[in-house]
C-alpha cells in the first residue's frame, strides 16, 4: 500500500507547467511544511515535503491555494531518478496528489493573513477526528467559484 496524508502550510504560491502535446495537462509543484511531532535539539521543526498535483488538482491547486494556507493532502509517494548534466544519478521524492483539502476556513486564512505575516509551519498536531469538520472536499468539477 502506498499511501500518505499530510497536513501541513504552503511555503509559497504554487507553480504551474503544462506539458507539451497534443493535450496538454496541467503539473503544478508546491511545498508543504509540517510540523515534527518531536524534535530533537538543533533539528528543524519541520520538514518540507514536494507536492505535485495533475490536470484538474493541479489547476485547482495553482488557482486558490497560496502561501501559508493550511492544507491537508492525500496522495502516494513516488521516488523517481534521473542523470543530472554531470551524468550522476540523482533521486527525486515527491507526493503524488489524489486528494487535497483547505484545512482552514478561507476567513480565518484571510483575517490572519490581514493582521499578522503567514507561518511556514502548521499547527503542532493533527486535529481529532472531532475537528474534521474544518475540512471542506474539494470537488474536482470545479469552476469559477470556490465550492464553498
Known amino acids: 500500500m502506498n499511501k500518505v496524508i499530510l497536513m501541513g502550510r504552503l511555503t509559497k504560491d504554487p507553480e504551474v507547467r503544462y506539458s507539451q502535446g497534443a493535450q496538454p ?5 508546491y511545498t508543504l511544511a509540517v510540523n515534527r511531532s518531536f524534535k530533537r535539539e538543533g533539528e528543524a521543526d519541520a520538514d518540507f515535503i514536494p507536492i505535485v498535483a495533475f490536470g484538474k488538482r493541479g489547476e485547482f491547486a495553482e488557482k486558490y491555494f497560496k502561501k501559508g494556507q493550511q492544507v491537508s493532502i492525500v496522495g502516494r509517494l513516488q521516488i523517481r531518478s534521473y542523470n543530472d548534466n554531470e551524468g550522476n544519478r540523482r ?6 496528489v489524489d486528494e487535497q483539502y483547505f484545512a482552514e476556513s478561507k476567513s480565518s486564512f484571510e483575517n ?5 505575516p503567514a507561518p511556514i509551519t502548521p499547527a503542532p498536531s493533527m486535529p481529532s477526528a472531532d475537528a474534521a469538520d474544518g475540512f471542506v472536499p474539494i470537488d474536482e468539477s470545479f469552476d469559477d467559484d470556490l465550492p464553498f
Open 25 to 29: 495537462l496541467a503539473i503544478t509543484r
Open 91 to 96: 533521486w527525486s521524492t515527491d507526493v503524488i
Open 112 to 116: 490572519r493573513m490581514a493582521h499578522q
